[in-house]
Antibody, heavy 117, light 112 residues
Framework: EVQMVASGGDLVQPGGSLRLSCAAS????????MIWVRQVPGKGLEWVSN????????YYVASVRGRFTISRDNAKSSLYLEMNNLRAEDTAVYYC??????????WGQGTLVTVSS | DVVMTQSPLSLPVTLGQAASISCRSS???????????LTWFQQRPGQSPRLLIH???NRGSGVPDRFSGSGSGTDFTLKISRVEAEDVGVYYC?????????FGQGTKLEIK
């Protein structure tokens, strides 16, 4: 069974940092590109970042570029999102998702990041 | 970025009746390779999004055949032939022809 378990969400002050993790299982991690998508509670979805299978190609949405860093450890079947200089508008549930071709076919359960003083 | 506009935003439906959701894009979603990367997701209350349809009309694994997708260019539709109680939730379209992928605002389906 495909599973992706996101963790690391927390309450953090503006300007603070956080590292999200996503542990994947039930599939060959290296066969897929991976994505982070966020959702403000009660609102819509926003694509945040994606990384290809070997980590050589990365994309960031403009609002997080320069502050967030996506990475993966294929030996551990894990995806990460390092978030620095956090802002109130980064408050959201962060989902990791599996990429196939040009869409996503499975999403993890999400982890809540709250940026507030 | 490509703007995706869904309608309606709220969709009350009687059990057993059909439902239809529209999704329009601000630009053509036909990729240079000839494919159209338009995806539909379902998000049930308290759950993560689930893939329903990819490339306009291809159902994801395990998706019931009462869900169907159609459309071309900038105009797309998700249809549910006979709504069941488990279909309650929010439905999103997403384009991934042009980067970054962008989502519609969501359509909340509820039972009358």
């Amino acid at each position: 069974e495909v599973q992706m378990v996101a963790s690391g969400g927390d309450l953090v002050q503006p300007g603070g940092s956080l590292r999200l993790s996503c542990a994947a299982s039930g599939f060959t991690f290296t066969d897929y590109w991976m994505i982070w998508v966020r959702q403000v509670p009660g609102k819509g979805l926003e694509w945040v970042s994606n990384m290809d299978r070997d980590g050589s190609d990365k994309y960031y949405v403009a609002s997080v570029r320069g502050r967030f860093t996506i990475s993966r450890d294929n030996a551990k079947s894990s995806l990460y999102l390092e978030m620095n200089n956090l802002r109130a508008e980064d408050t959201a549930v962060y989902y990791c998702a599996r990429g196939v071709n040009r869409w996503t076919d499975y999403w993890g359960q999400g982890t809540l990041v709250t940026v507030s003083s | 970025d490509v703007v995706m506009t869904q309608s309606p935003l709220s969709l009350p439906v009687t059990l057993g009746q059909a439902a239809s959701i529209s999704c329009r894009s601000s630009q053509s979603l036909v990729h240079s390779d000839g494919n159209t990367f338009l995806t539909w997701f379902q998000q049930r209350p308290g759950q993560s999004p689930r893939l329903l349809i990819h490339k306009v009309s291809n159902r994801g694994s395990g998706v019931p055949d009462r869900f169907s997708g159609s459309g071309s260019g900038t105009d797309f539709t998700l249809k549910i032939s006979r709504v069941e109680a488990e279909d309650v939730g929010v439905y999103y379209c997403m384009q991934s022809t042009k980067w970054p992928p962008t989502f519609g605002q969501g359509t909340k389906l509820e039972i009358k």
